[in-house]
């Protein structure tokens, strides 16, 4: 009788594109491809350059935050607590870099099933090695991070994901390798204005550099992400590709770096995308940093660190600065007088702070995030000849003086990894490059416990091991099916 | 009314035919008139609004205030039909009398008609588990809703008001909660016309419109709730959660009613927090500020003055400097504010409600108009509705019947966000006590500071008087119906219903009252079109004498389109004088229109049989099919099958005199839950949006891992009953027990992430609700004194039978760690938390006591219970459930001569509620800048001074972690409503008047809870937790009934 009225019951969704009827052409994929950079932006109330700070930055020697109770994820996290597999940072770290690498794979997955819909054949693979780039991208974060992770080059459903394991680092280490290697291959060197900040092929080359630095780092932890592999020369070659390239350049003034107006200078190898005027694709990062009472007199929208766990730098990092450091003032804001008049005695990264560039809220701010800076390809270039590539010292130490003398500061010479790692400290002070230092340099565990026998007055944080280097596995994820992941050891 | 624009083409057209019926009008009976009293048998008292009907017509009319009436009868009938609501029906021969006075026996409750799904059955005849309310004197309390009206009224019916805010909708759990993710709320069917289903998010609001919303409680005759499957199965997958059949009023054949009825009163809060007052706060904060000043260095001692400290430090630091003005007399120059008064105030209540009801054989109708005006308890909020309701029925022949119901309604609920976590009441119990007496409750608002040791918040106070929140509800309900009797017996029905609700929500408040100075706005709303057609042809057949027969079959077509829109603003507004957003920089990421839409076809049958009156048998099934699944899962059936045997009825129970009634029951029945989304099984693109070289890139990335073979929620239900009447019906008494076994829950069962996704949607749960449930109802008195007692008792308990294939438990709560789970063998959303055991001693911490981090002499002592020697989150343990045990209910009436009383005391218990506005008001290691609730004034001092012994000491850094001590009963009594009136009956009859009554009422007015962590011990605002609930209102009013 309702047979007619049986075909309404074929609906579907009006406001949501399903995934049927999708990756059609070239437009299509264009979008899915914008949707892997995306997992960059802000989601669940962080971007992803967030998670660099408190994963990062926090649990470094540069920010000293031991929370004043405690409750703040960065608090647990800087104190090197062992019972953080809890954390809700922690497992959005973990979802968020997997959702990327699904994202990453759903397009790759596509590009072959719909081999032939992209009618320009170059567009097709750059596709394809944009896709592979920032899905090495994401494996190597989550390696630093949780070292042994499951491997997944395709789309895998809930079912078969029950029975993927977590492969070796170095097998995730391959794939990162032969992703980027793909990439530099097939992506251009650089882009016109509308598709600046895409994936190049020296970005890629800087990550793999990254890539081989990091291996070659002493295997001090058994899943860590140091290997042992001696790779210096690769990872300095691929530096030398970049120099040799001819796009790059110190700029002259180093606040200049960092300038919303001067964004895609030439310092920037690669950097990540945020635009402001409230429309979904700002920033959040730069909200890390401050403290909620300076953010209600300074900013006309609410957020920032509350007052009982503000991340702030450590006496140890601004120490280590020599009289007359240019860096100093566009690196940290030095005290504020709060809205009850009292002078707080707060000491933040402002590096990505502009007032009056704020945005519409706190998601909103529209400067690009510097991953990779051309300072850092030459300072890791010096870091590979001190770790025995090919080069000489005065190679090393013209590096560090242009950096020294940008920064208003007398040269030096003999520069030894030690006093690199230094000057590195304060050249990319809040720009979460400091934990990934101290580990790949194998230094962490004497820097950092000596850091906290004098920083900490609090009493809070503890002693630093080797099972430190990375981080607990999500407990949630290992509730999921008794014995599919073993948690990391040092871990409860 | 134009509900065809909805319907495909293609299905409207077997309809149409209907269109097309002839009339037939029979005109001019003679008549001659019959008049005379009806009176109760044993109280010999005139009996008001007793129907009078002649048979076999619908000719009728009811007895006035002193049980009198008059009708002109039909020349052709000769009997005359008295019923009464709790009486005997009884049939009068006329032969030719004029003066016909009629006693009738209360007793005959078994003569009662309920209504049940597509139709009416005799009380006496159900099989199934049915509760009915009689809505008779709803129109006497100052309430709005009509959820509102079934609290403490039905056994086994939950009505959890989880919202202080005006007009906001009602949780109802019907025999408890047996779904995880789906929806937990009953269908609502008005006359017939089955509402669209909606569910209360996280923080406690019906998103998509609650189905209640605006339906006028005065507009009510009675509400039937649907307990087992057995009666709601024929709703099939709407029908898990309970079905709640509403009936409005409608006319009687006779001489016009018109009532008029005014009510005038006041509402005010029903609780105040208790918390520190200014006196109290001073003394913590300055325990506080002299504890960290001895601690911050060596020779710094608590005595030294503000001066002295000032003078060490160089500099001002709150932290460590008092406000001197705290220990002067008089503390010049400071104000103390009750933040509680400021804010609460008492607000006018008025409700005017004009209907009129009547007919003859050719029109019956009930028409109405109602307007309630409800000033709120706190400054900012109240709740206007405006509602008219015409009910009109046409008997166009002896064989067509064609009506029309349509219900109008315009509400205004103004809140400028007092509700929840960060919002108006949350701050105004945070305040500090204490302001510059220059400033007073201007704290923080235009160019005033904050009070120095105060926090940053912005007067409360000013934040609501300034701000707009209103949300405005247009809502028309209507139905169109035909009913043709083919042959005697042999009925068929057909009905288009339309609900349109235009709903839409305007917020703003000026900068000058906010934090940051910065105005904030948005305008959102949505429009729901629900539409529904339904045929049925239905059969009464009595075969044999002793075979009663009744089948009806049908169809039934069902869509709801729901389009919504939200326009946020970011940035603020570009003037200070206007408020609509065309002044205001627009948040284009999160501005959007969203548009969605279902479907439901389905057939029905059901077959009702009972031989001799004595054995009864029901069975039903519909199959339902929905846009909501997918091809392979799309149509579900539901079958339920029923029985009862009235022993009374038998021989051998004639000599049992003090047994009037008694009647056993049984039901079986499957029932569905079709309450996920629209589009849950669909793969679905989201979109997510990058940037390149500074230009939007628009993106597009999967959202969901689909579930192809999603189908419905199932729900099994097996229910005993025992129905019996002693002494001539004075005392009658229900009794159920019933398993509900919920299986292939939607459930979101965690997956591991690393597939890119947190959960996959997969029907695999499973819980099992059990319970038992007593409705008894007595008539104490029947004397000139009368009292009635009717009183519900249910008891239910829910256990997780089920999770996801590796039964890995679920927990959920939101802030810091979970702190509820979802576990197998255990009650849903079990509280899962560290236990306090008082507070730890020097002793005990060098004895090695198990600590929290840094935790120290003076505070918390928590129960390590995995033994390892420290106190970590895996120290938390089951700590009790949110469901109460038992809910009750009691009203008692009495009446004597012209005056009536009743009361209605309702409560729950064995719940509990876990407050997480303790982590705003009650959190270890709280500073000074915010108040914190009484228990504090009782901390602990020092070893000499321990305090009562639950909370901690004020100078406190070790952090929290979830404890017991945010954990609370959630048992309460409430005398929801007292209502004390005088007929005044003979003393204003005129010509005019034929009956006036007044009436004082009181609502919510006494009670008491266990729940001094926050103001409603039913709160959900939060991710299911209880944030900044707005307390509830009390009210009194007084009122004038009036009718014509």
Redesign the interface.
Known sequence: ??S?????????????????G?YNNAD?FE???????????V?NNADYPSLYVIMDESRSDNIYAP?????RDWNAINNFLT?IS?LGTIKNV??VT??G???A??VLDQLIEKKGVIEDPNLSVRFEAEAKFLRAYFYFDLVKWFGK??I?DT????TE??S?GRSSVAEVYDLIISDLEFAINNLPES????????ATSLAAKGILARVYLTRSGPKLHPDGPCLSTNEYQQALDLLNDIIGSQKFSMADDFSAIFDYDN?GNSEIVWDL???G??????GYFPTEYYDE?W??IN????GGNP?DGSKRVSEDLLNSYEEGDLRVEPTFLIGYVG?????IDAKFYDKFMNTTKA???RF?WSLNYPVLRFTDVLMLKAECILQGASGNQSEVDDIVNAVRDRAGLGMVSNVTLETLMEERRREFAGENLRWDDLVRTGMVIDVMNNYITNEDNS??MLQVSNNSIIYPI?Q??L????G?YQQNPGY? | MKPIFLL?K??S??LIVFGVLIFSLQIGWSQRTVSGTVTDADTKEPLIGVSILAKGTSTGTITDYDGRYSLDVPEDVNVLEYSYTGYGRQEVQVDGQSVINVSLSSGAILDEVVVIGYGTQKKADVTGAISRFEAESLEERPISRVDQALVGQLAGVRVQQTSGTPGAGFRVQIRGTGSINANNQPLYVVDGFPLEVSEQNGSGDFTSGNPLDNINPNDIASIEVLKDAAAAAIYGSRASNGVVLITTKTGKTGKAKISLNASYGWNETAKKLDILNAEEWIDRASEMIDDSWEASGADRSRNQTSAERLAILG????GLIKDERWAMPGHPGLMFIDWQDEMFRKGAVQNYSLSASGGNEYVQYYVSGDYLDSEGIAIGLGYKQYSARANVEVNASNKLKLGINIAPSYSIASDPGVEGKDQQMHITVGMVPVSEDTIGLDV?VGEN??????N?RSSPVRVVENSIGDRKIFRTIGTVYAQYSIIEGLNFRTSFNLDNVDQNTKSYTPAWVT????AEGRYSGYRRQVFVNENTLSLNKTFGGVHNLAAIVG?S?N?TKFDNFDIR????FNSEVITTLNAA??????TF???????L?S?FGRLQYNLKDRYLLTASIRRD???RFG?ET?WGVFPSVSAGWRISEEAFMQDVDFISSLKVRGSWGISGNNGIG??SH?????F????????????????N??NPNLSWEESETIDIGLDFGLFNNRIFASFDYYTKRNTDLLLN??????????S?LTNIGEVLNKGWEVELSTRNLTGKLSWNTSINFSHNSNEVIQLGP?N??I?GGAF???HNILMVGQPMYSIYVVQQIGILTQADVDGGAPLY??QAEGDPKYFDANGDGVI???DRILSGHPNPDYIWGITNSFSFKGFDLSFLLQGQWGGKIYSTYGRAMD???Q?FTDNTLGFHRDRWRSPENPGAGDRGKASS????IKNTDWLYHNDYWRIRNITLGYNLGSLVKNKLISGARIYATAENYFGKDKYAGGFNPEAVNNSGDDYGAFPLAKSIIFGLNVTF
């Open positions: 009788m309702l007619a009225c049986e075909d309404d019951l074929n609906l579907t969704p009006i406001s949501d594109a399903g995934s049927n999708f299509d979008q899915a491809v914008s949707g892997i950079y995306a997992s960059f932006g989601q929370g004043q109770s405690g409750v019972s809890t973990w979802n997997f959702n690498i699904m994202r794979n759903t992770v499951p997944f789309f895998v459903t809930p994901a029950l993927i882009y016109g204005g509308a598709d600046k900040g895409r964004e995308q945020f635009i005027g409230g429309i979904g694709a700002g009472g953010a209600r900013l006309p929208f609410p007052g809205d009850s008049g009292d002078n945005g519409g809220d909103d009493g809070k999500p949630d994820q509730d999921v099916k008794e599919l409860l | 495909s293609r299905c057209k077997p500099s001002f630091n709150r923080n500071d904050i009070y120095t040791w105060g940053s934090r940051n100075r910065t169809t077509y869509t603003v970011s940035g603020g920089n627009i948040n284009a990421g999160s229109t969203r548009e969605t839409k279902n479907t076809v057939y099919g929905s846009s091809p799309k629209d589009y669909v793969s679905i693109l989201d997510d949006n990058y940037s390149f070289g500074g230009s939007l890139a628009p993106g597009q990335v999967p959202s891992f689909a069962i965690p997956v591991p992430t690393a597939i890119g996704f947190s996959a590796e890995t438990p927990l810091d760690i979970p981090g840094n970590s989150p895996d959190r270890t290691g500073g850094s070790f952090g929290r």
